[in-house]
């Protein structure tokens, strides 16, 4: 599953190149890279049919890591801001984001400023594929169901801090969990995942 959150509440632009913050937004809060690795994570809750709740963890977006090529990564449910509220740890089998792509995989160790781009987060040709979209990306054990199929997925509370509204938490309503297609994997959050955003801004 991925969460993809909308650009005009937080993205991964900062430093001198901010898109939206400061007197732009709402919050007149300014954006930098510390900010992303300083608490920003997600919470998700997710249940079976017979609407138990199976597994509740939250998410890290980005820490300091010392076994990361760039020295930052999501430490997931594990360390950092993640933690694993009902379930076993085991039960999350993988997962990702989209800043921890952007250092790691496309190697854009970027700690000052993120790649300059317009009103309209246009490639800067010189970072090609750097995702603008905060995103979290998970893979859990389908074990969790084998009593009772999929139920939904809840997330309790986002946190931004800042974000471009003003408020630091969001507490989001889900009206429906669509699983991501089997063709889009961790690995490829950097490349099904955008040519998945690409083809959603051409509609």
Same mark, same amino acid.
């Given at each position: ?27 007149? +809060?300014?954006?930098?890279? +510390?900010?992303? +690795? ?166």
């Amino acid at each position: 599953m991925a969460l993809i959150q909308p650009l005009t509440l937080v993205d991964n632009s900062y430093g001198a190149n901010a898109i939206g913050w400061g007197s732009a937004a709402p919050s007149g +809060k300014n954006h930098k890279f +510390k900010d992303l +690795k300083g608490s920003d994570k997600a919470r998700f809750s997710i249940s079976d049919s017979a609407e138990n709740v199976v597994f509740d963890f939250t998410l890290d977006y980005i820490s300091t890591s010392e076994q990361a090529p760039s020295g930052f990564a999501s430490p997931g449910a594990a360390s950092g801001e993640g933690n694993v509220h009902s379930g076993s740890a085991g039960n999350l089998l993988a997962w990702g984001t989209s800043l921890d792509y952007n250092f790691n995989n496309l190697g854009y160790v970027l700690t000052k400023d993120s790649p300059a781009t317009d009103e309209h987060y246009t490639e800067n040709p010189d970072y090609p594929g750097w995702l603008f979209e905060v995103t979290y990306e998970f893979q859990i054990d389908g074990s969790l169901f084998a009593e009772n199929d999929f139920g939904g997925l809840t997330i309790p509370i986002l946190h931004n801090s800042p974000n471009k509204a003003g408020k630091n938490k969001v507490y989001p309503e889900v009206d429906g969990v669509i699983p991501e297609p089997t063709t889009i994997v961790l690995v490829s959050i950097g490349t099904g995942l955008v040519g998945w955003l690409r083809r959603r801004e051409n509609l």
